[in-house]
Structures are given as C-alpha cells and as structure tokens.
C-alpha cells in the first residue's frame, strides 16, 4: 500500500469516527474494517489489525490536542496562566532585590 492510500484511508476513518456519536474501540476496529475489505478486501487480518493500531494511536494523539486546545482557550485557564505569571514575576523581582 502506498503513502497516499494510507493518508486517505486514515482521513476515511477519520471522518467516520468523528461522525459516531461515541464510539468505543470496538466500534472503531469495526468500522477500520469494512472501510479496508471495501478498499483493499486482500489484506490479511495482521495488516488491517496493524493499520487500525497506528490509526487509533494517531486517533488518540489529535483527541488529546483538542482537548488540551480547548482547555487552553478556557477563561478560567487563562486566568490560572496569569495568575502563575505573576506570581512568577514577583518572585523573580524579590530576588532581584
């Protein structure tokens, strides 16, 4: 399989988990699995098993960076970010003292 058809099988998969209200892993492998037998049906079982390990490891990793995005962008961590700033700087000027 080359380079392009992993990325498109992956933004595929990609788009279908995002439209499942929540899925779980199981769902997942089983929506991996129909989307490889509709693309590539001679895959062995190892590769496509292999394939959804990588996607879902990639999967996670962008969950997290949303996650940690919108977390982030909330007031309340701005706030938290400033105060620590603050407190940061006030010690930096007594010790300069």
Same mark, same amino acid.
């Given at each position: ?31 991996? #699995? +129909?989307?490889? $037998?509709? %693309?590539?049906?001679?895959? @062995? ?34 706030? #938290? +970010?400033?105060? $620590?700033? %603050?407190?940061?700087?006030? @010690? ?6």
């Amino acid at each position: 399989m080359t380079e392009p058809a992993h990325v498109s099988l992956f933004a595929e998969m990609d788009a279908a988990a995002d439209a499942m209200p929540a899925p779980n892993r199981d769902d997942l492998q089983l929506k991996l #699995r +129909r989307i490889v $037998r509709a %693309r590539r049906p001679d895959l @062995s079982r190892e590769t496509w098993l292999e394939l959804f390990e990588i996607w879902f490891e990639r999967h996670l990793g962008s969950i997290r960076n949303r996650h940690a995005e919108a977390h982030d962008a909330s007031p309340r961590s701005s706030r #938290r +970010r400033r105060g $620590r700033f %603050r407190q940061a700087t006030r @010690s930096c000027v007594r010790a300069a003292r």
